[in-house]
């Protein structure tokens, strides 16, 4: 090191109450939406490689399908409507991740109930998803224009960027499980395409003009 630097160094060290000068220095760079990126030590609040990295870890963590999931799907049906919102899901979110909507560091698992006899509206997204059946008879997913209605131990597949939308075309409640890739994607998280559907959401007419208009 330079005697120059060696000096700067060392007056800087010297500064009266640098530490108090430095808390306002980060926190003036957070308002303004920046990120001091200068790790001098991975001992102090501001541990900037970590945190540029990523490098929060996933921590072992139960959740329990009847006590903790099951009753709040089914308060969560009564009290959020399809005309409150076009999806009910409850996503497993890792105490080590969040806030980050992460059940591990690649993927999450939402749980999903389908009442009886509703349909959502068709949407797309660059995640890929994977769906199990749980309970039901009605459950169904349609996937590029082709409604597949999936039970008990059943699989359904949505690849990236397919149309797809949810429902149930059963008279008692449908509850699925949903694990997609989502963490590790930055570009287009979903879209929705515009009103006016089929009964299941997804007819070939209405689906062209969804591609054409790249909604
Ligand atoms: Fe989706």
């Known amino acids: 090191m330079s005697a120059g630097k060696s000096n700067a160094s060392s007056a800087a060290r010297r500064l009266p109450n640098r530490e108090a000068a430095l808390d306002s220095l ?3 760079i957070s308002a303004k939406n920046m990120f001091p990126f200068w790790a001098t030590s991975t001992d102090v609040a501001h541990d900037e490689i970590k945190q540029l990295m990523g490098t929060q870890k996933a921590v072992p963590h139960l959740w329990s399908y009847k006590s903790d999931i099951e009753p709040i799907l089914f308060r969560a049906a009564e009290l959020v409507t399809m005309d409150d919102s076009e999806r009910r899901s409850l996503i497993l979110v890792n105490p080590g991740l969040s806030p980050r909507r992460a059940t591990v560091s ?9 009442d ?3 349909v959502m509206p068709p ?8 769906r199990f059946g749980l ?10 224009g082709e409604d ?11 690849p990236v960027d397919t149309w797809h939308n949810h429902g149930n075309v059963g008279n008692e409640p449908a509850v699925n499980l949903s ?4 963490p590790g994607h930055r570009h287009r998280i979903g879209c929705r395409r515009p009103a006016g559907r089929g009964r299941l959401g997804l007819d070939a007419e209405l689906l062209d003009e969804a591609q054409r208009n790249d909604v």
């Open 179 to 182: 694990v997609l890739d989502l």
């Open 116 to 118: 009886a006899n509703e």
């Open 26 to 28: 980060y926190n003036d």
């Open 135 to 144: 309970t039901g008879k009605g459950n169904f997913t349609g996937v590029g």
């Open 106 to 114: 690649t993927m999450y698992t939402a749980y999903r109930l389908n």
């Open 148 to 158: 597949i209605t999936f039970g008990p131990g059943d699989m359904v597949l949505t």
């Open 123 to 130: 949407h797309r997204h660059s995640p890929n998803a994977i």
